[in-house]
């Protein structure tokens, strides 16, 4: 099992672009959470997905993100019109149907100049 | 709302010295508490959480819900402690959960 993956591991957005990022979780996992690491903080909890599903995204900034789980292929975390302050570290977990256990990939650092 | 708090961002102590990284939370409820760690250039991973009340690597943390507390501990640190330990919240007791974390303690620890 591969684990957790996320891709690109390092993206450059200028102000204004899109960013997408994936997620793929661990085999048999149906659970998808999203989290964001600012630098020097813990990290925060954007939203949280089942396939086709959104539970929970009480962490999401209202505005220029949106996240989707669809029933075939890697989660994705969309932040649109990208400012600076988007720069930061962006985490995916999974965990399976029972149980709460969250694995975490490795990571998404995206940098906006 | 609830919140994990992580007082010490830097804890430094020497090999063999015993430590305790502290985590104290708030919330209504009651949660479930977990203790992550990610070591250099390795991913964020699951080192305890207090219903399995196991020791890992050493590692033990007891719920404290009078002190809303959960602090982890080890009697002896060895160099590969060395660490950023995150502790976390979990609302669902037992069930799937957006988690909440603290900022994070750095360990180091020294030969």
């Known amino acids: 099992n591969a684990g957790v993956m996320q891709n690109p591991r390092h993206l450059v957005r200028r102000r204004g672009q899109e960013a997408r990022l994936r997620c793929s979780p661990m085999k048999g996992h149906s659970h998808v959470y999203w989290y964001r690491q600012l630098p020097e903080e813990g990290l925060k909890f954007m939203v949280y997905l089942q396939k086709e599903n959104i539970i929970d995204e009480s962490g999401m900034p209202k505005e220029r993100f949106s996240a989707e789980f669809p029933k075939e292929g890697p989660s994705i975390l969309r932040i649109q019109q990208v400012v600076r302050g988007d720069s930061a570290a962006y985490f995916c977990?999974?965990?399976?149907?029972?149980?709460?256990?969250?694995?975490f990939g490795p990571g998404t650092r995206l940098t906006v100049t | 709302a609830q919140r994990v708090t992580q007082p010490e961002k830097l804890l430094s102590v020497f090999k063999g010295a015993p430590v305790e990284l502290k985590c104290n939370y708030s919330?209504?409820?009651?949660?479930?508490l977990f203790w992550y760690v990610q070591y250099s250039r390795q991913r964020l991973q699951l080192l305890l959480r207090?219903?399995s009340r196991e020791s890992i690597k050493g590692f033990t943390a007891d719920l404290n819900k009078g002190e809303t507390s959960f602090h982890l501990k080890k009697p002896f640190a060895q160099e590969e402690d060395s660490a950023m330990y995150y502790c976390?919240?979990?609302?669902?007791?037992?069930?799937?959960?957006?988690?909440?974390f603290g900022k994070g303690t750095h360990l180091i620890i020294q030969p």
């Open positions: 976390a919240l979990s609302r669902a007791g037992g069930g799937a959960d957006g988690l909440t």
């Open positions: 977990a999974s965990s399976p149907p029972v149980g709460d256990e969250q694995y």
């Open positions: 919330y209504s409820g009651s949660p479930e």
């Open positions: 207090h219903i």
